[in-house]
Nanobody, 121 residues
Framework: QVQLVESGGGLVQPGGSLRLSCAAS????????MGWYRQAPEKQRELVAGITGFGVADYADSVKGRFKIFTDNVKNTTYLQISSLRPEYTAVYYC???????????????WGQGTQVTVAS
């Protein structure tokens, strides 16, 4: 069973920085993509950052320059570094990964349980 476990959330002051971690039970080398989503109160879950197996990262326009996604293959961990935190970043952040089990088919999706990030004074 593939498991993704997030950590690193908490209460942070505006303007600060935070690093979220996503530990995978499988080698992240197996993942076609890794990504981070967030879901703010009463809002839809949205993709904020993703990275391919080749290390190509992409971000939602709203977070470019503030969010950075990167991986540590030895630790099987995907990180989300957030700088210049804003109150509107308050949300539950979810780790997401895709594995192509059978070549030529759609990837299978895996989700972590989420970690709460609260940005407030």
């Amino acid at each position: 069973q593939v498991q993704l476990v997030e950590s690193g959330g908490g209460l942070v002051q505006p303007g600060g920085s935070l690093r979220l971690s996503c530990a995978a039970s499988e080698s992240i080398f197996r993942f076609y993509t890794m990504g981070w989503y967030r879901q703010a109160p009463e809002k839809q879950r949205e993709l904020v950052a993703g990275i391919t197996g080749f290390g190509v990262a992409d971000y939602a326009d709203s977070v470019k320059g503030r969010f950075k996604i990167f991986t540590d293959n030895v630790k099987n961990t995907t990180y989300l570094q957030i700088s210049s935190l804003r109150p509107e970043y308050t949300a539950v952040y979810y780790c997401h990964g895709q594995i192509i089990v059978v070549p030529g088919t759609s990837p299978r999706d895996y989700w972590g349980q989420g970690t709460q990030v609260t940005v407030a004074s």
